[in-house]
């Protein structure tokens, strides 16, 4: 239908355009200072704005029209990328700016997560939320690569004024593809304030063992797994890699998430999905620590490169984790809830995100990149054991029990 194209083909766009951007400063940084600490601080500051106050800035989707959070979110951050291109723009000031774009990802995701689940019924939001999924995976594959090579022929601002111009295209197409639709219903007797509605989506989330479970998984496999990421500059310069291998080295973890996406999705019976979170997550840490290994111990080249990014690609094919986690998710919120509990659970998820790159690149101060990474999923293995068992009893408790359409948190 129209508006899901819309949100579809925006959502899309964007996502090149992100993954142009982050490259684009993660490796500008890295050329001012040759600090992998700054370098994961710059890929990981955009996670900070969920952190401090994603569930709080996520209720502005249940408290105005959503259409208009989305175009006005989309404006401000193409004005504030395009800020970021300047020549000359200081070290401080560009990292200013990041922040101030991330601050409006909350509100937009929220709401386009929310305005999904409006204008599709149960059945075609899980498969929209799965294709939705595969499609974003491969345009961070198509990304990463782009980046890498916009940056080795030009330089970071051309990425940056690339990724300005997706936002502005964006809300271009929201305009022109969303029907306008007022405000979400209040469903308390009264407006309570943002604060309260805030409040009211995280006890919602303590009180529902199923969704904590769900959460828990999530957050802890996704706070080892994206050390690769945080340090994706200082890994390839290990591997004797340059801008290219940048690009090559990230982009092969989302080609291996959208190959496992399409088997689990396309040949898996739904039935037999959700039995595979625990493989899966395993499977998405283990080839961590044998790439880490690798780069530590190996000669720098095409060799060891090549084997890093193959495992890279086999990790990636765990992380489809995601599809029957996000279904599951889908299925344990009902709509009154949808952009508070997906900001609840997107501000964890983007919180994690952004501690694990920092904490990764402080690591990697004193231990080279390849043994931050070995580290990383070694200690993933081991944390990630106690939420999966929480994850299978309440699979097990609630299998059979119908529940309500929700947002996606992938």
Known sequence: MREFRALFSTLVLSSVGDELARVALTVLVYQRTNSPLLSAL?????YLPWLLGGPVLSAIADRLPRHRVMIASDVLRALLVAAMAIPGMPLAALLALLLLVSLAAP????????????????????????????????????????????????????????????FLVSAIWLQVGLQRRPAPADTTGGRMSIWQDT????????????????????????LFALAPEGLAVPFATELGQGSTGVGILLAAAPLGITVGA?????????????RLVVPLVLLSLVPLVAAG??????????????????????????????????????????????????????????????????????????????????????????????????YERTRTSVAARPQAAGPSVA
Request: contains cysteine; hydrophobic residues 60%.
């Open 42 to 46: 710059t890929f990981g500051i955009g």
């Open 107 to 166: 509100p937009f995701d929220s709401a386009r997560s929310a305005l999904q689940a409006d204008i599709l019924d149960d059945d075609r939001y899980a498969v929209a939320s799965s294709v939705t999924n595969v499609c974003v995976q491969l345009t961070q594959v198509v990304g990463f690569l782009l980046a890498g090579a916009l940056v080795a022929a030009f330089s970071p601002a051309a990425a940056l004024l690339f990724d300005a111009v997706t």
């Open 199 to 222: 409040v009211e989506g995280l006890r919602f989330i303590a009180r529902t063992p199923r969704l904590r479970s769900i959460i828990a998984v999530l957050w802890v496999a996704t």
């Open 262 to 274: 399409l088997v689990v999705g396309r040949w898996v019976a739904p039935a037999r999905r959700d």
């Open 293 to 390: 290994l690798i780069a530590t111990t190996a000669e720098p080249g095409p060799v060891a490169f090549g084997l890093v990014v193959a495992l890279m690609f086999v990790g990636g094919l765990g992380s489809a984790w995601t599809i029957p986690l996000n279904v599951s998710f889908v299925q344990a919120v009902p709509s009154a809830y949808r952009g508070r509990a997906f900001g609840v659970a997107v501000t964890g998820l983007a919180g994690v995100q952004g501690i694990g790159v920092m904490a990764a690149g402080a690591l990697a101060e004193v231990l080279s990149p390849g043994g931050v990474v070995a580290v990383a999923g070694g200690i993933g293995v081991l944390a990630v054991v106690v939420p999966l068992l929480g």
